[in-house]
């Protein structure tokens, strides 16, 4: 044996370790299963699988081995913990130990046979990076069809025209996927094409959607970093469904449950939900379906009472951040300056009267630290506008604000970053 004894501090098994904290760190674990040894760190990665991990048969006072949330996934997919004939914490290797907790590490020293094995440390990092999310406007109708977009600063500014970005056109659907990413999809002329935004909030070219082409659709995330686009209108109104996976594919039409319409929008909702509300049938109405974290769009839910029936593709949008579940739907055709907020169970609440100029035809979407504030933009008055209206993390809607871009309708926006 070479090196000094007193340098490894953290073995007693006669193992002088290779790093200079005293640990040998081991590549990234992503199977199923893994035997461990002392004086080793490792990595567990539970993306794709739970893992069980099998400590080693024998252990001397002093040893230790440290386990490692690789992917912040240990709470979808846990780990099990195989003390192979030691005890854990005083129990004998009959009783299962789980660690089911995002972000933990566990830091497992071997005291004797009666203890055995023995967390000195099993702590969360709660502490994720805060991305300071920004959100995205983008195509609309100022008069004729455009495809300039509008980015929001974190701090909710809007900064002026980027012009051609895909195809011109109106009444898109949009809404974000990948954690970090946007989708814009369909459109008048009616349309399956859809454009993927990046991290940066650059815009990408055209791409061909296997969905029917189709304009005034309604969309939104869901299950953490998926979408959906649903309902909208071909020649007549429809209730069928595309899934968006956390690369950006759109799938195949799907049958959807709820009732066939068009005008509607939809926001996520606690956490990792998503809703659709209002549109237009044969009149205006305040249907809502509930969109589940696996993508199941639920039968129609009538409104409560106190929520007026409209189209005109209102704007939506999440607040409070992902952790409070809220959210809220504001203005359309009438046009009418009312919100209703949605609580982190899809409840919709009644109307609150008087946020802003009334106007339909706007959209929303979430921005800032922590994706608490949003904001409302453009829509049309009579006459298309570029007025906004910030909404805080209490849900609250402040004054207008006379935006920076092309004044337009019949345009969609996402949160991004």
């Known amino acids: 044996m070479s090196g000094l004894v007193k340098d490894n501090i953290f073995g007693s098994s006669g193992v002088v370790l290779e790093a200079a904290g005293g640990l040998s760190w081991q590549p990234v674990v992503t199977a199923s299963t893994v035997t461990v040894e002392a ?77 055995g094995w023995t967390p000195s440390s099993d702590i969360v990092n709660a502490l994720e990076p805060v991305s300071p999310t920004r959100a995205i406007f983008a195509f609309g109708n100022s008069g004729s069809n455009t495809n300039i977009s509008n980015l929001v600063s974190s701090s909710g500014v809007i900064a002026s025209d980027t012009t051609g970005v895909g195809t011109v056109r109106s009444q898109t659907g949009a809404a974000a996927y990948g954690g970090d990413k946007a989708i814009f999809g369909f459109g008048t002329p009616n349309t399956g094409i859809t454009n993927l935004v990046n991290s940066s909030g650059v815009v990408a070219s055209d791409t ?72 237009y049938t044969s009149s205006s109405t305040a249907i809502s379906n509930l969109i589940s974290n696996s993508g199941v769009v639920a039968s129609d839910t009538s409104a409560v009472g106190g929520v007026t029936a409209r189209h005109g593709r209102p704007a939506a949008a999440r607040y409070g951040g992902v952790d409070a579940g809220t959210a809220f739907f504001a203005y359309g055709t009438g046009p009418v300056n009312m919100k209703n907020l949605v609580n982190n169970s899809g409840v919709i609440a009644a109307d609150v009267t008087g946020v802003g100029t009334a106007r339909e035809d706007l959209a929303a979407a979430t921005y800032g630290p922590g994706a608490t504030t949003a904001i409302c933009a453009f829509g049309n008055t009579g006459s298309v506008t570029n007025i906004s209206n910030l909404v805080n993390s209490s849900g609250v809607v402040a004054s207008d604000t006379t935006g920076v871009g092309t004044a337009r309708g019949a345009l969609s926006a996402a949160e991004f970053g």
């Open 39 to 115: 004086a080793k760190g490792y990595f567990i990665n539970t993306t794709s699988n739970a893992c069980t991990i099998t400590l080693p048969s024998s252990a001397e006072a002093g040893d230790q081995i440290i386990l490692i949330d690789y992917a912040r996934t240990w709470g979808t997919n846990a780990i099990t913990i195989d003390s192979n004939g030691l005890n854990f914490q005083g129990e004998d290797d009959s009783y299962t130990v789980d660690y089911d907790t995002a972000g933990q590490s566990l830091n497992l020293v071997y005291s004797d046979s009666t203890k």
């Open 208 to 279: 061909a959607a296997v969905g029917t082409a189709r304009r005034s659709v309604g969309a939104t995330s869901f299950g953490g970093d998926k979408a959906i686009f649903a309902f909208g209108r071909i020649s007549s109104r429809t209730g069928i469904s595309n899934l968006v996976s956390n690369s950006g594919v759109v799938a195949s039409d799907t049958s959807a449950v709820g009732t066939a319409r068009d005008g509607c929008t939809g926001t996520g909702y606690g956490a990792d939900k998503g809703i659709i509300c209002f549109g």
